[in-house]
């Protein structure tokens, strides 16, 4: 009677012990999940904070750069071609590309042929080149009063002609055949602030540069020599060693006396692919590109 009794006993313990495990198992099941989700919404907070802050900082430095173009302090010392330049201070990389407009392609003020030559740059053959700029005069081409009937809009063009001047490069977006072209990438070649039917060739991006040289050209659209810039793009690109999160904060400005800044904005620039950022351009600090008073507050910062 004692033994049984004393398996009794043992039964209760095991099934109770199996109760227990099966529980836990369940509770697990119901908290994991939980605990997981959990953990990965803290870590994507995380990295939208890291990439607010490194966007704010981004901009702060491109505000800083924008003003020294305007008071002209760094047109000598910096390339204004899109060339990229970069500086490491601590564990945080910056990248500083600037753009003359004197040295892209007018939407509104430049020829078939300059159009045509920028098109090209974007890896179009010569004859989609010319007819998109054909396309382009077409759509930017002020209303003729005797046509009986409006032009119809050729067929790598928009769906229809807007006969009025192009008030953004993204306007090109609508052209059937730019419609795969990175925004970016229009950005890279085209303007509409220069206000200008010429494109300085020192100026200018080295894809757009490759090509216009290149190219047989004539008459008086392609300069030399640098001449007096109607507006600029500034970008600044942000990112901390070791991660993969990067702010990034770029627009066009032009010089405004009136600002206390010394400049004013136009337009935000669309934010470009970012691939590798460029080397440095010193022994590791950023006096060169923002001045010695923001690359001091930056050691700070960084440390």
Known sequence: MTEGRFEDQNGSAGFSLVAVLVF???VSAIVVPFAVTAKTRLMIANNEIEQERL?????????????????GSRT???PLDSSPTACRSGKFTFDVR?????????????????LSLGLASL????QTAEELAGAAIQFRGGPNAFATQAEPAASVGPPENKQAPFESVSELEEFSALASTPLH??????????????????RAP????????????????????ASEASAY?????????????TGQAGFVIEKFPASAAGFRRLSRSPAAVITKLAATTSSGNCDALFGTAIAQILRGWAS
């Open 24 to 26: 836990m198992l369940i």
């Open 55 to 71: 966007s704010l900082l981004a901009e702060g430095l491109a505000n800083v750069v924008s003003s020294e173009l305007a008071n």
């Open 76 to 78: 000598e010392k910096l």
């Open 98 to 114: 600037i753009q003359d407009h004197s040295g892209l392609i007018d939407l509104n003020a430049a020829d078939a042929h300059l």
């Open 123 to 126: 890896g179009f053959d010569r």
């Open 185 to 202: 990438d229009l950005y890279d070649v085209f303007t509409v602030f220069s206000k200008r039917g010429t494109l300085s060739l020192d």
């Open 206 to 225: 080295s894809r757009l540069r490759t090509v216009v040289a290149g190219a047989s050209t004539s008459g008086d659209s392609i300069t030399q020599g």
């Open 233 to 245: 793009s500034v970008q600044v690109t942000a990112r901390r060693d070791g991660s993969g999160i």
